[in-house]
Nanobody, 121 residues
Framework: QVQVVESGGGLVQPGGSLRLSCAAF????????MGWYRQAPGRQRELVAF???????NSADSVKGRFTISRDNAKNTVYLQMNSLKPEDTAIYYC???????????????WGQGTQVTVSS
């Protein structure tokens, strides 16, 4: 079927940078939107950023100017470049892809397992 796998989380000091990657694998006909959510302890999951298949992007106000989302359609991969990280960016980051799998009649969301990002000195 379809799997979504994230990588790139870790521990970084405030002001530092991390790059998250997320690739979709499997019986894929087409991928529509791809993006990232995050969930901090005791808080609701929130949308961080997303990118359409045509390359249009949108992001949360809290990360504008610091995070950049991009994708490589040939590799079915989406990236999240995170700069000027703050302690409040600490969360589990989840990737999603809206995938039309082969043999199906509509697209649906597929989610990764999550990757921990910790911003601390």
């Amino acid at each position: 079927q379809v799997q979504v796998v994230e990588s790139g989380g870790g521990l970084v000091q405030p002001g530092g940078s991390l790059r998250l990657s997320c690739a979709a694998f499997g019986s894929i006909f087409r991928i529509n939107d791809m993006g990232w959510y995050r969930q901090a302890p005791g808080r609701q999951r929130e949308l961080v950023a997303f990118i359409t298949s045509a390359g249009s992007t949108n992001s949360a106000d809290s990360v504008k100017g610091r995070f950049t989302i991009s994708r490589d359609n040939a590799k079915n991969t989406v990236y999240l470049q995170m700069n000027s990280l703050k302690p409040e960016d600490t969360a589990i980051y989840y990737c999603y892809a809206v995938v039309w799998a082969l043999g199906t009649d509509s697209a649906r969301d597929y989610w990764g397992q999550g990757t921990q990002v910790t911003v601390s000195s």
